[in-house]
């Protein structure tokens, strides 16, 4: 009879995980990332991949803990910081994420990856100067790299600066000898570094598929779901419209509606701005 075959090794997990994170096989990658953890958990390297993956699935607060694990052990690991930067600009934390993308520059400001990760972290954070001039950076340090091409589009098309994004589409679609498929169209940022891509997420989603549908539509507290937020705009409506046109309700009750209407209007707004973004 044939032995079991040997245990797989973190490398082992870890060479996978990157395989299925390139195929956007993200529960895939995330089971070998864990497997790869729970063997050694704290390797850099995993770590790093981890928080990417986190990334990849809009959870830029697991994917600073991951990040942050990583760094612990080794200071200067490219993953590691370019998550952490993504991270901080995901989590609106724009200062921080600012001094992230800098650090990317004092580990190597000869790099022409660094140079295109902080235009990508740096737009994202809402810096467009510095962002753009990095993308410049980058394709003067590597003009024949279609990726430095593609970020200086991207970071262009932010700003809605069109013709130099189209440029630059152009002209990695020109650059493209190993056959990756980059095109000048619009979709052509999407061959932009993994770190940088997010796949759309819809804020709320009923879809009984879904084992957290309850959470979204209701929130861990009511006025954080989609139906509490509903009812507090329903009740602005509803009170703004008589107020405003209800010419045979007495001034007195119109006042009132219309104190209603703001004040639910109000808390609608401030509801939203606080939690939207964490569904």
């Known amino acids: 009879m044939d032995s079991d075959p040997a245990p797989r090794t973190v ?86 994420a600012m001094q992230a993308a800098a650090s990317l520059l004092e580990v190597d ?32 340090l590597a003009p024949d790299q279609p990726r430095t091409h593609l970020a200086l589009a991207a970071v262009a098309e932010s700003l809605a600066m069109k013709d130099l994004a189209k440029r630059s589409r152009q002209a990695a679609a020109d650059l493209d000898d190993l056959g990756d498929g980059i095109t000048a169209g619009p979709n052509a940022t999407q061959t932009l570094p993994p770190e940088a891509r997010r796949a759309p997420v819809r804020h709320v989603d009923a879809d009984p598929e879904d084992p957290k549908w309850r959470e979204k539509i209701y929130g861990p507290g009511f006025f954080r779901g989609a139906l509490g937020r509903s009812i507090l705009l329903g009740i602005a409506v509803i ?6 046109l209800g010419t045979d309700i007495q001034f007195g009750a119109r006042m009132l509606m219309a104190v209603i209407a703001i004040a639910a209007c109000v808390c609608w707004v401030t509801v939203l701005r606080r939690h939207r973004g964490s569904e």
């Open 239 to 244: 009170f703004a419209v008589p107020a405003l």
């Open 109 to 140: 400001h000869g790099s022409w990856i660094h140079h295109v990760h902080y235009a990508l972290i740096t737009r994202r954070a809402g810096a467009a100067q510095p962002a753009l001039d990095a993308a410049w950076n980058a394709v003067r």
């Open 11 to 96: 490398a082992d997990h870890l060479q996978r995980a990157e395989l299925m994170y390139d195929l956007d096989a993200l529960p895939d990658a995330r089971a070998e990332v864990e497997a790869a953890l729970r063997l050694d958990p704290l390797d850099p390297d995993v770590n790093a991949m981890a928080g990417a993956i986190a990334l990849a699935e809009s959870d830029p607060d697991e994917a600073l803990v991951f990040a942050g694990a990583a760094l612990a052990h080794d200071s200067v690991h490219r993953r590691a910081l370019i998550v952490r930067g993504y991270a901080l600009a995901d989590a609106e934390r724009r200062e921080e």
